[in-house]
């Protein structure tokens, strides 16, 4: 196949932005873990009364705090790398 260099332009762009919408769907898929962790917690707190439910729903609560700064975390890491590398052309 023969492509001018119009259309490796816009074939780049075009990759660079589905590169962007991966990141953006990555951290979206990172805050509705976080949110579903967050509700089993509340059920587990609201639903049972044995101390077993109480002990994990500070499990669910501890892991979508931690999952909220790894999700942010990561999410600035590939868009500093899509960057990056969208620059170095």
Known sequence: MDYNKKDLIVRERYAEERT???VDR??????RTLLTSFVVSISLFKLFSIPWSYIGG???I?????L????IV???QSNK???DLSLAH
């Open 62 to 66: 501890t892991f979508s705090i931690l």
């Open 58 to 60: 500070l499990f669910f």
């Open 26 to 31: 990555t951290f979206l898929s990172y805050i």
């Open 20 to 22: 962007y919408l991966s």
């Open 81 to 83: 790398k899509v960057r």
């Open 68 to 71: 909220t700064f790894v999700g």
């Open 74 to 76: 990561r999410s600035i």
